[in-house]
């Protein structure tokens, strides 16, 4: 059954905190990103584990080989359950990611999932930087392809691709999707969006929800029925 992951995309540790206090028992993931780690650092990401959450590590690594497996055996020492790397940084970064995320786990442990970014959400067609290049849900399914074969759990990607990554990579390659609107949302910088529904009729195992949860008048509840429309499906 898909799950629901809640970005707490925040600038500090007493509103992610505060955020995760009121999520706690009704979204059993939460997902640290850019923002709030580059603020808060791996304290942060140590307190939300001990609240027995899963947590997904989304810092999306990008660099040479041997940087990023170093990333990666921190992460997972760090204890995460998830973590993500872009897939352009190709076959031998990718491998070297793996290779850190088994080295850092703690005996024990289950080693993090790790899932490449294909194309991110945000990016509709025409705004890719690359000169000839294809459409981005094109790009993303090439992307899958690639991650697959370099041997990692599953990708990032919109609900619009996950049903085509996995018809071409299997039911068993991970397809987590950002780019989540509810149908009464209005518009931002996403632009790959679907509805919760949506993304699970497609095949999408896991859902980032960030903005219509956190940002709602009602987080707890709008958690809630986001899963509910899920199970509906
Ligand atoms: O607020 P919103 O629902 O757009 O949040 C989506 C979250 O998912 C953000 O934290 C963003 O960084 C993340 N994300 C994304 N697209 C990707 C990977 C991660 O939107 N390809």
Known sequence: MAELVVALDFPDAGRALGMARTLAGAAPWIKVGLELFTAEG????????????KLFLDLKFMDIPNTVQGAARSAARLGVDMVNIHALGGERMARAAMAGCVEGTPEGRERPLLLAVTILTSMAAGELPVPGAPGPSEMALDLAGKA???GLDGVVCSGLEVAAVKASCGAGFIGLTPGIRPASSGGDDQRRVVTPAQAVRNGADYLVVGRPVIGS???????L?????????
């Open 42 to 53: 791996p304290a942060l990401v140590r307190e939300l584990k001990a609240m027995d959450f």
């Open 148 to 150: 697959k074969q370099y």
């Open 217 to 223: 008048a009602s987080p707890r509840e709008a958690a």
């Open 225 to 233: 029925a986001i899963i509910g429309e899920m199970r509906s499906v």
